[in-house]
């Protein structure tokens, strides 16, 4: 239970970092603890039944659900590609408009508009 | 046809992707336009080969490395996924030769062109949410690289706040993915089927929350495809689309968010969840009404265009979501009509851009003189977003709104719709009618305006003679190709309406039948929901729509004609408001009202919750 509550913390936590913060590089580390509360979620998830690593070269018994696992070591894959990405984003938009503060790039994205 | 070959819809353009590494590796090799190429036409090849086995209602499937279903890896090729892929290869082959023409796109661009279609091929196929997951991303990735490429105007900050967005969407749609993994134990198409005919109950420790652990579990999982087919915060659409290279304009507005509404389409019908369809019905109404009335107030030409997708996106929800045969059929063919009147929108708008370099419609005019043939082909794509007969656009929206003949707000909100349609594309269509106009300086030479600006203006030729701006002319053959054979489609798909909404209905119709499997007796579900429970019911509508039937609704009826003079006309009277003094006004004040990045963020959690309210009720 008490993980449960560290994980939904987790996820609120991030969900409020990335609409309240108004630094490009804070959303996106937002995201990225957003995506990893969603993992930790399925992980532990998994763990609940069983209490061995699912390798069963060695005929283990009492696995955990390995499912969880190889679903969450793709998704880790993709959410690293994007946080990568979007920092490449933020790379080019700074040495565009100098700045990584959110309001400050919609301000002269705007200026241009007129 | 074997099933295994399935595969090789996604391994051929990921394959010609790496193809395309070799040409960023060593410059001199040329081979990252003809692994484009070589790979459309193999796909194509491959697509026409299983054609004849999907006509015939046989589904095929594969599961890689020979692991139990539900376990492995596995793709699956039904009847409504050949429709979709015949989409993407149909849109691909214009936006492959205006690229070619267009120039200054190297191997990096065709790498990511080439994920892009390998993306949407394994969205299409996959047979589980969590692939699907995965080729959502693919996809993803590769339209936010593209959007940004040229790293031109606003492009950089619509790709990040593209990214950001549907990033936030798919962590959604992940939860969803654990909710309902932890409800059912698997994530199998078909297996979540039979766990919504069971009536959804979520796993043991949180049987007494069912009201709102389902729901939620539901929403967020459309919620997160929603962010790409636009349809809960639509506002990163205008942007991303609109400042885009021009191929991949055509090629987002044209299939990227429509494939991902076929997986909406089929996850709602999978799971029967009719008051999902009613949320789309309201929420699609309403957004085809906002697109076009933020579209009217736009001057840049291509973002006006891209308000346009958002609204005709609202067309096919509302469609969708009305659940009638007619409507959904008619939605199933707006989406097809869509995808080539608006490809070839924004083709002929971007080559406007190219010649000019100008992207306001208050700096260029009356280029029709200038380039007849394009004007043309503008024309056709205008003609088809506005409903005339007998564009393709008519079909599909007769289709919808006969569809929709039962629900009387939605029904008028697409009505205003289609007036401010018309309005916004006659103001549009100011780029090829008028006065002559490059860079706000008039190019005839009695109009053209005698003050300080001609002095200073910069020229090479003597004085006294031309200085026109230079329109920028090039040979632009294979772009003129490309958009061409949009403008055939529009027409055609016009013509043979009538054939057309028979053939797309029966591939989907049939292929999905047998698709859930044995154990589910649903018959035609994938295609019509539950509107049509068994295959009497269907071959009887499909009987309603043979031939005669069907030439005479749409050829043969005068309430249509009516309706589309009285569109015409009505939109011709906002237009005139829109050009008049006190328009302009209602439309600076109008665009002073935006929607910031984080308050996005906010609507798009404000739209899960919403939608989570809707399927609460259901539940």
Not at chain 2, 180 to 206: I, N, Q
Not at chain 2, 513 to 533: D, E, F, K, N, R
């Amino acid at each position: 239970m008490i993980a449960l509550l560290l994980i939904s913390l987790l996820f609120l936590v991030s969900l409020g970092g990335m609409i309240l913060s108004k630094n490009l590089i804070r959303k996106v580390m937002a995201l990225n603890m957003l995506n990893s509360a969603v993992i930790i979620l399925f992980i532990f998830f998994g763990s609940l039944k069983g209490t061995h690593a699912p390798i069963l070269v060695g005929g283990e018994t009492d696995i955990v659900d390995p499912i969880p696992q190889a679903l969450m070591l793709t998704a880790i894959v993709v959410g690293i590609c994007v946080t990568a990405l979007a920092l490449a984003f933020i790379y080019r938009l700074y040495d565009r408009y100098g700045t990584t503060e959110l309001p400050e790039i919609e301000h002269q994205v705007h200026q241009n508009d007129q | 046809m074997t099933s295994d070959a399935i595969l090789l819809f996604t391994v051929i353009p990921l394959f010609g992707s790496f193809v395309t590494l070799v040409e960023k590796a060593v410059p001199s090799l040329k081979v990252a336009k003809p692994a484009a190429l070589a790979s459309f036409f193999l796909s194509v090849l491959l697509l026409g080969l299983y054609g004849e086995g999907i006509y015939g209602g046989a589904v095929y499937s594969k599961v890689v490395g020979g692991w139990p279903r539900g376990i492995g890896i596995g793709q699956e090729l039904d009847g409504i996924a050949w429709v979709a892929l015949a989409l993407v290869y149909l849109i691909y082959l214009p936006v492959l030769l205006y690229s070619f023409s267009e120039g200054g796109y190297d191997s990096r661009f065709y790498f990511f062109l080439l994920l892009l279609q390998g993306g949407m091929a394994g969205i299409v196929l996959a047979y589980d949410v969590f692939n699907l997951f995965v080729f959502l991303e693919i996809t993803g990735i590769a339209a936010y690289v593209l959007i940004g490429y040229q790293k031109k105007d606003r492009a950089l900050f619509a790709g990040f706040k593209y990214l950001m967005l549907s990033s936030l969407g798919i962590t959604l749609f992940l939860l969803g993915v654990f909710l309902l993994y932890r409800d059912t134990g698997s994530l199998t198409y078909t297996d979540l089927r039979t766990w919504a005919l069971e009536g959804m109950a979520p796993a043991k420790p949180v049987t007494a929350l069912a009201w709102i652990s389902t729901p939620f579990a539901l929403a967020t999982l459309l919620a997160g495809i929603g962010v790409r087919t636009a349809f809960l915060p639509y506002t990163w659409l205008p942007d991303a689309h609109g400042f885009a290279p021009h191929p991949i304009s055509a090629s987002l507005s044209g299939v990227v968010i429509k494939i991902s509404f076929m997986v909406v389409w089929k996850l709602i019908v999978l799971l029967e969840l009719s008051e999902a369809r009613q949320f789309l019905l309201w929420m699609g109404s309403a957004i085809a009404l906002i697109g076009v009335l933020r579209a009217l107030t736009q001057t840049d030409v291509k973002v006006l265009l891209a308000w346009h997708s958002v609204s005709q996106m609202g067309y096919i929800f509302a469609g969708f979501g009305a659940g009638t045969e007619m409507a959904t059929v008619g939605s199933l063919y707006h989406m097809v009509s869509h995808a080539f009147f608006k490809a070839l929108l924004f083709l002929s708008v971007g080559t406007v851009i190219l010649f000019t370099g100008e992207r306001s419609l208050v700096k260029v005019s009356g280029l029709g003189r200038s380039f007849p043939y394009l004007a043309v082909l503008f024309a056709i794509g205008a003609l088809s977003i506005m409903g005339v007969p007998p564009f393709v656009g008519y079909v599909s929206k007769s289709l919808i709104f006969e569809g929709l003949k039962n629900h009387s707000i939605p029904y008028w909100l697409l009505f205003a719709a289609s007036v401010g349609t018309v309005a916004s594309f006659t103001k549009l269509s100011l780029l090829f009618r008028g006065s002559p106009m490059v860079a706000g300086k008039s190019t005839e030479d009695s109009a053209r305006p005698r003050g300080s600006f001609q002095r200073v203006e910069p020229t090479d030729t003597p004085s006294g003679l031309d200085t026109r701006p230079a329109l920028q002319t090039r040979p632009f053959k294979s772009g003129y190709l490309g958009m061409s054979l949009l403008a055939v489609f529009c027409v055609l798909g016009g013509l043979l309406g009538t054939y057309g909404i028979q053939l797309f209905s029966t591939i989907a119709l049939h292929g999905s039948a047998v698709s859930m499997g044995p154990a589910i007796s649903v018959g035609t579900a994938t295609l019509y929901g539950s509107a049509l429970p068994n295959e009497a019911a269907a071959s009887a509508f499909q009987e309603s729509m043979q031939l005669t039937h069907g030439v005479t609704f749409l050829w043969l009826n005068g309430k249509e004609y009516l309706k589309t003079i009285v569109t015409l006309l009505l939109g011709y009277g906002v237009y005139r408001f829109i050009v008049s003094k006190k328009g302009k006004e209602v439309q600076a004040w109008a665009n002073r009202l935006r929607i910031s990045f984080d308050n996005q963020l906010v609507l798009l959690l404000v739209g899960l919750i919403l939608l989570a309210v809707f399927l609460a009720i259901q539940y």
